[in-house]
């Protein structure tokens, strides 16, 4: 089992920049897969980021690349989602998932484990 808890989002002007950490305990931290996923009222949750167990391989969404970072500490069971430039459409509830099977998958259905999500609002 792996516990997933994702903090720092919250409200922010179109420009700005927030950094999204999710803390995990459970399973030994470097052998997840982790990534960032995110949703708005409505629409399918859609991927953000994912980075592999020893942080080497990183994928992002079209949508975010040039804008966003994923990064991992393994020492501290962290994983962090940089947002600089933020825009009114990145406004959504941001997960956290992982999973030990493929690295730094896209794909949220091959995610094992979920947090609870943190808010992130961008006003224009």
């Known amino acids: 089992q792996v516990q997933l808890v994702e903090s720092g989002g919250g409200l922010v002007q179109a420009g700005g920049s927030l950094r999204l950490s999710c803390a995990a305990s459970g399973r030994t931290f470097s052998r997840n897969v982790m990534g960032w996923f995110r949703q708005t009222p409505g629409k399918e949750r859609e991927f953000v980021a994912a980075i592999s167990r020893s942080g080497g391989v990183t994928n992002y969404a079209e949508s975010v690349k040039g804008r966003f970072t994923i990064s991992r500490d393994n020492a501290k069971n962290t994983v962090y989602l940089q947002m600089n430039s933020l825009k009114a459409e990145d406004t959504a509830v941001y997960y956290c998932?992982?999973?030990?099977?493929?690295?730094?998958?896209?794909?949220?259905?091959?995610?094992?484990?979920w947090g609870q999500g943190t808010q992130v609002t961008v006003s224009s």
């Open positions: 998932a992982a999973q030990t099977r493929w690295s730094a998958s896209i794909y949220q259905y091959e995610y094992d484990y």
